[in-house]
């Protein structure tokens, strides 16, 4: 009898292991990004804008359309609260400072949105609160928002494309030649990221040679330092690569400490923004970099003017005004208007 | 009869197949038969969300393609309509018409004269040279579709269709209409299926896409990379097929379908080229288990219903088994054992006994023959009831004597077999001396003074194994004849084989 039992327990546990599926989580941490706080100083009787930028700390993209907004907001007398996430992949903490906006009744909100799709519903509720909302940098997938500042990053995209054809035929890479371009992306799910890419392979598949090849292993470092730097050695350790484009500032940091760490000035470069470790290699005479300047500053800047100006009853003609972008290598670094730009860098 | 002589005998009766082995069968055999029909089941669904999806897929891209040859058409009507209408001021026309534009699907209208130069608004104009859309306008052969774009006026992607017209007697000019891309969502649109359906735009060169519909109304309109988007996801044992997909569409033919998963999810997609949009191809893909939800449900109920039907078989099982058990202890009680005495019967002796001898070729052992003296005077005298008295104390007599390593039997109606497994004459001569003394204070009755001065004696004959014969039968025999010669004596007595005579 006890075989028996034995038998039909062991039925049921087989019964019951089959039935359990196996859950993983694999939800990444991230450290929420802070409350508001004044960029401004904040004053009675002024109007209240909040600006939500992409990352709140340590970051010299944001912190250059910081400025902007500061330096307009004090000509236009107005305060100016501050904040965003720590890191890019934490759209979920916009999603609360939007919150936060609605509650203390802002007179506008300008935001750099993290995802385009997984906020464009929220953005959608400050803007059906009749709030002007300003987007700036990155647009999001909805119509209800007055007016969006950005650079067309599918135009920036084809620019980085046409730059890395030039620079690759300067350094003498023949258009019969068998190469191969690698390519690293910050964040999969940003549209300004995807637009690039977009931009970039719409201008190579119709002006590069068909034998420059595009690496189909499209990295992706989701924002994490770390990441961008172990996924530029592994396509730098690939003998044909000979191109290198990023998408955005925490690649473009990655690809530049691993062109230092191993020397290869036979690489060509084209990143995005003007973080330290670019700047560096970009002056550098041995490595041959370009980088694609946005005007952040101007964005920074005329996001506020402009959130005033729609607050105070300005109509808006167009809802999209590309910022545009200037190409920065060697040969273009000392024009005045790239001078001009890279002040506020 | 002991626990130990009892399983000896059912061990030996038992059949090969226990009832624990033959359930562990019918559970292998139900496995086996369920894993069949899944399979069978799993096959079946796969095959036909293939094919279902397939012309589901088929079935969109068609849509979205005739969709889109209704626009171009209109496009190529419109344009014929003004060429028939010889206008010669392109400027006028724009005028006209870009004022009467609303409700017309299209978000502006405008013209590009033989000479290159562009009638539309000033953010137009700037996109024309932005996305080099004089270029596609070349292509209208007789019409061309620019690949979408941000619109400057709107935020929103949009794209522009020309249409080759002529004006001012002969002169060769372009009627472009910038439509948003959210007209292109409204054809994909579908009811039925809407969740699941998704339709991208895709240019082959570039592997870029544009979604046109999704779950996701967020996501429309946005645009991504098949590697990233599509490539990446699918697992590795695909990615060969998604390559040869790519191939296909690489190398310009009209349409191709692949089955693929991501995770454990079945996906079929299928691509359409898009006419008057070079490059461009229009991609639906359908999750199967949209269309199989409701074969899948069956197929649980089906599961469940042959589980619960393996548990009632199981238990039903188990209950006919407990029962046979018993009946079969009781079957094997009365077929091996002496009703009287309960101890073996002269058939289950003769069996245990010569299978004991057989596997104990080097072990000892002793066969006593024993007979009750005068028993058919004792049924004569008292009656059978006291008869049948006598017979079961001297049963237990034997039994307390020899209950341990022996097999005890009434082999006839006074006989009495004992095969103890030991050959130890003195020990087993001690315990006849005793089971003497025990016999003579058996009474057929409880009343002194009717039983009177009645003794009960026995007499015994033994040989002992291997030593007076090697198997049962000459042990029997040498026994029986031991026994002969005690009775020879006048019995009460007992006689080892070989003259031995201890009495």
Known sequence: ??????????????ISFAGCADKKNDATEVKPGPDFFP????????????????????????????????????SLDCNVYVSGSYAESDWKTQERLLGDAIKANADGVVISPDDSVNLAGKIDEVYLEGIPVVLIDTTANTDNYDICYMTDNLMAGQKAADEMIKQLKNNGVSDDENIQIGIQVGQASSQTVIERLAGFLQFWSKHAPDSWEILHDIKCSNGLPE???????????????????????????????????????????VGFDYADEMADIVNDEEYHASTILQRQYDMGYTGVESVIGISEGTDIKNKFVDMGVVVVNKDTINQPDIQEILQHN | MTKKQNKDFTHEIARNLSFFKMLVIYFI????????????????????????????CSLVTEKMNDSISYMTNSAENMSAALSAQNHNDLQKLYDELSLSKKGSGYMSIGFVDENQKIYASETEIEEFEKWELLEIAKQAEPVSISAPYRSGMTGQPVYTMFADFTYDNGKNGYLFLTYPLKEIQNMAYTDSLSEDTEIWLMEADSDNIIQCAGSDNYSIGSWNNAILAMQAQIDNDYQADYAEWKAHMTAGEDTAGITYEIGKKTYTQVYAKIDFMHGWYVVVRIPSRSLSAAIQQFRTSVLMFLGILFVATVIMFVMSHIRETEEKKILENLSIHDPLTSLLNRRAFDYTSSQYLKKSTKNEACLLFIDVDYFKQVNDRFGHDAGDRILVEFSSALNELFNENSYISRYGGDEFVVLVRSADKS?????????????????????????????????????????DAADVKSLQSAADEALYIV????????????NDIQN
């Open chain 1, 1 to 14: 009898m006890k075989r028996i039992f034995a038998f039909l327990v062991g039925i049921i546990m087989c």
């Open chain 1, 39 to 74: 960029l401004t100083e904040i004053k009675e009787g002024r109007k209240n804008i909040y600006l939500i930028v992409k990352t709140i700390e340590n970051n010299s993209y944001w912190d250059v359309l910081m400025d902007g907004a500061k330096d307009c907001a004090d």
């Open chain 2, 487 to 498: 009775k020879e004596r006048g019995r009460n007595g007992y006689e080892w084989y070989n």
């Open chain 1, 227 to 269: 990441k961008a730097l172990e996924y530029a050695e592994d396509i730098l350790a690939l003998p044909q690569v000979k191109g290198i484009f990023t998408t955005n500032s925490g690649p473009t940091v990655g690809f530049a400490k691993a062109l230092k760490n191993n020397k290869r000035t036979d690489i060509v470069f």
């Open chain 2, 29 to 56: 055999v139900c496995l086996i038969g369920v894993a069949f029909l899944l399979l069978n089941f799993n096959s079946l669904i796969v095959n036909h969300d293939k094919k279902l999806t397939g012309e589901i």
């Open chain 2, 427 to 467: 020990e087993i001569s001690l315990k006849l001396d005793k089971l003497q003394k025990m016999a003579g204070k058996i009474k057929p009755c409880d009343e002194p003074e009717i039983y009177g001065d009645f003794v009960l004696t026995f007499s015994c004959g033994a040989a002992t194994f291997p030593f």
